[in-house]
């Protein structure tokens, strides 16, 4: 099976753009989860989609938003960007079938002037 | 809230050698699972070892094993015979049993792996 695809892997944005993240989960999966990667905060988890429905949110500003299609493809959506917002972005998808894995795509590096 | 800490931010080892990753985690649920990502240059998470909370027996996959001390809230991660592609972050992370597909990472530990 092919993994996890994130498009595009790195984006250039300036302050006050907004910006569009794309994950494609592996084949099968239905659950897709959004964590955000920096140097300062770690990895700290956005948000969790399922059947098209966010399950769980995280602990960040309502600039972050998600959704997720029929066909389980997920995207984020991050709006009015900061400085604050530069960092990679893990999308991972997991089958929800016993074992309670997660698999990682490659991340898309934001970086926000 | 549940919370994972790594207290060795760094650690650097020879080819060959035997090292133990620390992990401590905090959270009032019986029912949880404990997992260590790596994570190498390329940025790509890759999954290491996986234990589920409920079970005594600790996880093994290949030269990685795990000592999982539940009362103690203690889940380490020991390399046997470490390799140059050892080399990466080593992330120690928990995720609750009812379901939920958020992980709690710790801060992590950079491994370097030495010829």
């Known amino acids: 099976k092919a993994g996890v695809t994130q498009t595009p892997r790195y984006l250039i944005k300036t302050r006050g753009q907004q910006v569009t993240l794309s994950c494609s989960p592996i084949s099968g999966h239905r659950s897709v989860s959004w964590y955000q990667q920096t140097p300062g905060q770690g990895l700290q988890f956005l948000f969790e989609y399922f059947s098209e429905t966010q399950r769980n949110k995280g602990n960040f500003p309502g600039r972050f938003s998600g959704r997720q299609f029929s066909n389980s493809r997920s995207e984020m959506n991050v709006s009015t960007l900061e400085l604050g917002d530069s960092a990679l972005y893990l999308c991972?998808?997991?089958?929800?079938?016993?074992?309670?894995?997660?698999?990682f795509g490659p991340g898309t590096r934001l970086t926000v002037l | 809230a549940q919370t994972v800490t790594q207290s060795q931010p760094e650690m650097s080892v020879q080819e060959a050698e035997t090292v133990t990753l620390s992990c401590t985690y905090d959270t009032s649920e019986n029912n949880y699972y404990l997992f260590w990502y790596k994570q190498p240059p390329s940025r790509q998470m890759i999954l290491v070892i996986r234990?589920?909370?409920?079970?005594?027996q600790n996880a093994t996959e290949n030269r990685f094993s795990v000592n999982f001390q539940k009362a103690a809230k203690s889940f380490s991660l020991k390399i046997s015979d470490s390799q140059l592609g050892d080399t990466a972050m080593y992330f120690c992370a928990f995720m609750t049993g009812q379901g939920a597909q958020k992980l709690v990472f710790g801060q992590g530990t950079r491994l370097t792996i030495n010829p």
């Open positions: 234990q589920e909370a409920y079970k005594q």
């Open positions: 991972a998808s997991s089958s929800l079938e016993g074992r309670n894995e997660q698999f």
